[in-house]
Every structure is written in structure tokens, then in C-alpha cells.
């Protein structure tokens, strides 16, 4: 069953961008290696087109501060990230068709940690791997710390490895808000992660609209396919607007 979120109340979260103190760097791309060379550190004020294409990311190893999902989250969890973002501005954007595929190759694909205000748009996101600790919050997109606009994009086939993601029951999310996020999630197609569409922990907050979420496949206890988890979760004290 596909579940398709539609407003049903006024929508809370608007995300729109302060006025920015330093122009915006306008920037094309056409390689993984180029995009993630942009990430070295904080960027700010930045816009990157990715033109039509593959990107396949080399993740890099993180250590995540604290546990999104755990009764008590001061912990430190390792975890891996394709990309991590942090910085005041910064938006990636592919052409309307969604042919600049990001392949993360990682556990948090493309992490949003302390970006002020980050857009993603026009993007497949795809080619998720399953972390070992089974605590990390593994996701195509994860937001933590910022306010993040989520839209046009189609999130797809994050799967991971069946050993290790049934030996740690969870899977790889479409998008996850964590702690201090605000999330605008639009017209997203969400589809055939091995985990939740989208999930929110503590300290969330978004607005879901639009979005199609399907998990395609059979739920399997012993196979990492598609029909694992739930399509909305709002946990904890997370708030939301669908």
C-alpha cells in the first residue's frame, strides 16, 4: 500500500532564506568528486547545480553526538555520511527531470548538521548502505540542527545489506528530522527504502505535503527490501503538519 500525504491544515513551516550577509556563489558541477570538495568545511552562501549524471560518493566515518532514537540519547553513535553539510546557506539543485542521481553509498547520505538553511531540490537520492550500529539513524537525507527545504526529489532504493539490516531490525529511511530540525518535505516521490518514508525524533518539527510514499515490497523479516517500517513516524516529543 502507498501512502500519498496531503495538507490538512494551513501549513505551519515555511522555510525561506534570511537575508543572506555574503553573496550567494553560484556553481555547476558535473562530478562527485567536485560536489564533495565543496564539504571539506563550513561553506557559506553557496548554490551548486548538478548537471544530468551519476554521482557516486565516497562516505567518509562520523561520529554522531547523540542517539535520535534511543531512550537516552547522550551517547556517541558511529555512523557513515556521503555528504556532510554545515554552514548558513546552502542549496543543491539537479535539473527538473531528477537525472543528477547522488548515489550516498553511506548511512546518512547527505546529513544536514547545523545548516542554518539548506534546500535540496530536483535530486534522485539513491544507493544508501546500512551502518553496522544498529542506533545510528540511517537515512537518504537526515536534518539536524537547521531548517531544511526537502522537495522534487525522488529518494529511492535504500536498501543496505539483509545480514546487517535484519540483524539490526532497522533499515535505511527516506528523510529523517532530528534534534533542532525544521524540515519543509514537498512533493517528494519516497520509495522503496528499507526503512520508514520519513521519521521524526525528538525535537522535530516539519511540514509534509505532497509526497509520495510507497514502500513497494513485501514486508520481510529476513530480507532487506522496500516494505520495512512505516511511511510517516512522528515520535517522541516531534511535531508535524501532513
Known sequence: MCLRSITMLPMLLTIIPSVLLAEVQKVQVASAAELQAFFQGTVDSLEIYLQPGDYHLSPTDIVDSTCGNCPEPEQFVPATAGLEIAGNYVRI??????SAVIHTNAGYGIFFNHCKTGIIENLS?????RDIDGNATDAAIVVKNGAVTIRHNRIHDNIGDSSIVVENIVGIMGVCGRENSMMTVEDNEIVR?????????????????????????KASAKVAGGGRGVGI???????ATI
Request: charged share 20%; glycine share 16%.
Open 193 to 217: 527504502n528499507s526503512w520508514d518514508g520519513i521519521a521524526l525524533y525528538r525535537d522535530a518539527r516539519a511540514t509534509i505535503t505532497g509526497n509520495l510514499i510507497d514502500g513497494l515490497d
Open 233 to 239: 513516524g512522528v515520535t517522541w516529543n516531534a511535531q
Open 125 to 129: 537520492v539513491t544507493g544508501g548502505v
Open 93 to 98: 539543485y539537479g535539473p527538473q527531470d531528477r
